[in-house]
């Protein structure tokens, strides 16, 4: 490569990063400081450390190449997404090596001091057999509700507010993660053992989908905070904001999660508030970043 062209790498570089690259880019170095420093304890480090270099370098490339193709634009945009799978799944050879002593027993003394029972066995009335399996199904909506959100805005070319909703989402995922790194919990469906002799008593749609879910996630201590909640909430907030027919269509999806989350065992209450909680927070500190504070 001619001296020009890195200069003019470069520069495209600079001129195109927003403040949502520099979350993103920002949590994959962490995770290769985190893999390198514990090094000796971690499985596989140098798949990681590759792995993690790998997207560092191809997202500074989309970010450089933004304005080169349509293609390369969409990718700019979309690249968290396109990464976010894996960035979740690191955590399973990463979270039980660094911290392995799990805090379920912390998260069940929380539940039962602030509902006075295990949430779990609270809510057991709603495990009826057509119910799980709409709630097994409602589950599902978490990984496709933020990318329509994304989709709604790069459709109507709304670039500060496509923008905006990158940022917020990425700071989302990444508090839950790294929540999860220091609140390694693995859920009441594990932890609660009385609950072995209360099955859920699910139909086929819960029966096919809950073991391929439980197949794809390498990681199990992944329950607080609740990210399904939180970032199911966020792309709820966002809406409401801009389109009040698709904040209600999305309205009884989000709300069915929540309980999912709950009924189905995955989450304990106190996962689901403070979900809730960093939702809003992550909503409101989000546009004040992007509209409030341009305004003063």
Known sequence: MRKTDKYCCSLNLLNNIRLFDYINIGYYLLILVIVVYDYTNIPNPAFLITAYLFIIFSSLFLI??????????????FY??????????????????INPHNKDALLIAADRAIFGN???????????KWFTDYLQLSYLSYYFLPLILLYYFYSKKEIKKLNYALFALSVGYYISYIGYMVVPAIGPRYSLCYLQNIPI?????????HPILNSLEHIKQDCFPSGHTEISVLVLLIFKDENKKI????????????????????????????????????????KYIYFHKNKT
């Open 64 to 77: 450089a190449k933004e304005n080169h193709t349509r293609f390369t634009r969409m990718l700019r945009y």
């Open 80 to 97: 968290p997404f396109i990464f976010i799978g894996f960035v979740f799944e690191s955590l399973g050879y990463i979270i039980p090596f």
């Open 118 to 128: 295990d949430v779990a066995n609270i809510l057991n009335f709603l495990n009826i």
């Open 201 to 209: 008593k699910g139909g086929f749609v819960y029966n096919f989908v």
């Open 247 to 286: 904040t209600l269509i999305i309205l009884p999806f989000v709300l069915s999660l929540i309980v999912a989350t709950m009924v189905l065992r995955y989450h304990y209450g106190v996962d689901v508030l403070s979900g809730l909680v960093i939702a809003f927070f992550v909503y409101a500190f989000s």
